[in-house]
């Protein structure tokens, strides 16, 4: 039986990213309680809580992290990286045990959380970007990832070409454009993400910047398709283009659920994300769900 049956879980979002947050630290008797791929798509059915992230808390697997947390799209695939979601799951521990800092550890590492500049701002250090073909990944060398040979449409008028690719712990590519509504993303979105460039897929990005202060947004998630907002696609998109010196380091990132602010901090390379986290309703998984999962 799944690890989910029964449990808790709430319902939240990040700017309108769609979000579960389930604390499996309470299953700490049974270590083994491993959320699947299968699990994870299961949630996300019609009949489950449709997502388009699942945060999983997992007891602590270094001193003073409060926990280790996994991460699900909804196709059931994993990620190193999602930044509404840790905004989400700040708040949940934040209002559980009082606190108002804390650090994580994912697959990409420790991230420190707090509450704030505002009582209801969350900001997350995503950690330091990385720009490496090998790092992103890539399935070939590229000297210089600020722009890669990647295009769709007619090779003579490209609908859209030389994006740049930044990981953030998860893989983006950033188009830069002129008008982001203007591109069918849910036609372009599936065939980038699946470009055999990116060996493990890839988030993708159509940006427009607006000023040195501003960038317009809007992500196609690896795993999860059009979304209201990708954080870690936000914290991707204001490194590369101040990377390209076209923006300042302290950016104001408007996506079509709302607006986040990011800083790509001189002293460490790290990237601050801040915005909001807004908690929906709780509830339990009906055991039913996970019928057909092995
Ligand atoms: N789809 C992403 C994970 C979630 C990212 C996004 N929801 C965020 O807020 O960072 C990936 O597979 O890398």
């Known amino acids: 039986m799944s690890a989910l049956a029964n449990h808790a879980f709430a319902k939240m979002n990040g700017i309108g990213n769609e979000i579960v947050v389930v604390d499996l630290r309470d299953s700490m008797g049974n270590l083994a309680a491993q959320v699947t791929a299968e699990d ?3 949630v ?7 997502y388009d992230q699942l945060m999983v808390l997992q007891p602590p697997r270094l001193q003073g992290t409060e926990a280790f947390i996994k991460i699900y799209n909804s196709d059931g695939s994993e990620a190193g990286a999602c930044g509404n979601g840790m905004r989400c799951v700040v708040r949940r521990v934040f209002e559980r045990t009082g606190q108002s800092a804390v650090t994580f550890e994912t697959r990409a590492g420790l991230l420190n959380c707090w509450q704030g500049p505002a009582p209801d701002l969350y900001t997350v250090d995503m950690g330091a970007p990385k720009f490496g073909w090998q790092d992103i990944p890539l ?9 890669i040979e990647l295009q769709v449409g007619p090779i003579d008028n490209p609908v859209l070409h030389s994006p740049s690719v930044v990981s953030m712990g998860n893989p983006h590519a950033i188009f830069w454009v002129d008008d982001v509504n203007a591109y069918d993303l849910e036609r372009f979105g599936p065939l980038l993400e699946n470009h055999p460039i990116f060996p493990e897929r890839a988030n993708i990005t159509l940006a427009h910047i607006v000023d040195r202060d501003h960038i317009t947004m809007r992500t196609w998630e690896r795993g999860a398709g059009l979304t209201r907002a ?24 408007t996506l079509p659920g709302g607006k986040l602010g990011i800083e790509w901090r001189e002293r460490d390379d790290h990237v601050l994300m801040t915005g909001t986290a807004e908690f929906e309703y709780e509830g339990r998984f009906d055991p039913a769900l996970f019928a057909s999962v092995a």
């Open 40 to 42: 994870a798509r299961a």
């Open 44 to 50: 996300a059915s019609p009949a489950g809580v449709p």
């Open 139 to 147: 399935a070939e060398e590229f000297r210089d990832t600020r722009y």
């Open 230 to 253: 990708c954080g870690s696609a936000a914290c991707a998109t204001a490194v590369a283009a101040a990377r390209l010196k076209r923006t300042n380091r302290i950016v104001e990132m």
